[in-house]
């Protein structure tokens, strides 16, 4: 099973900036949290990913909780080609093998 | 990042018959991995592609369905054996190298008639 939960689906206005939360709440403490988005069926594309501290790349900012517990995948000027599915996925290891378990995501909408 | 091709892109095929999926990275890669994503769903975990050994399969896929093979560190193929139309799906691959970020293929759209 999936290790995180996120909303189903969340709209947001063009130019404003898109927040979208992300529950692992039995996170343990050397595992990552890692973002991807789907575009219309193409492949996952990554977007970012960070342990404990804050991340930002030229994509999107990653704020994660001090407890870890939860984090938030922020894209500051949402754009309708940010129109996608977004995935929060914890990397889990078994027997040494790092496995990515994808959720059913976030279904972000920006509207004009 | 690694660029991870994959052919074909998209294919209709009879139900009874065979599909072979290829995957390319362009870099050498420790991890390769093939994905499910049925229609309007997430993306569901195959197995994982292992280099000179039989691949790892998830819970609910069987190598006789889902034959496997990984001659070296930049290419594998995914076969969808003996197709029913609840085969129809997006097969997608990945790959990452040792504690770094997967990134994943395109994707192959299969529909099963």
């Known amino acids: 099973d999936a290790k995180t939960t996120q909303p189903t689906s969340m709209d947001c206005a063009e130019g404003r900036a898109a927040n979208l939360p992300c529950n692992h709440s039995t996170i343990s403490g050397n595992e990552y949290v890692y973002w991807y988005r789907q575009i219309h069926s193409q492949g996952p594309q990554y977007i970012i990913h960070g342990l404990k501290n804050n991340e930002t790349n030229e994509m999107a900012s990653l704020i994660i909780t001090e407890d870890r517990k939860s984090s938030t995948l922020i894209l500051p000027h949402a754009t309708l080609r940010d129109t996608a599915v977004y995935y929060c996925i914890v990397r889990s290891s078994t027997s040494g093998t790092y496995k990515y378990i994808f959720g059913t995501g976030t279904r972000l909408k920006v509207l004009a | ?113």
């Open chain 2, 1 to 113: 990042s690694a660029v991870i091709s994959q052919k074909p892109s998209r294919d209709i095929c009879q139900r009874g018959t065979s599909l072979t999926i290829q995957c390319q990275v362009d870099s050498q890669v420790t991890m390769m991995f093939w994905y499910r994503q049925q229609p309007g769903q997430s993306l569901t975990l195959i197995a994982t592609a292992n280099q000179g050994s039989e691949a790892t399969y998830e819970s609910g896929f069987v190598i006789d369905k889902f034959p496997i093979s990984r001659p070296n560190l930049t290419f594998s193929t995914l076969t969808v054996s003996n197709m029913s139309p609840e085969d129809s799906s997006i097969y997608l691959c990945s790959s990452r190298s040792y504690q770094e970020t997967q990134y994943f293929g395109p994707g192959t759209r299969l529909l099963v008639l």
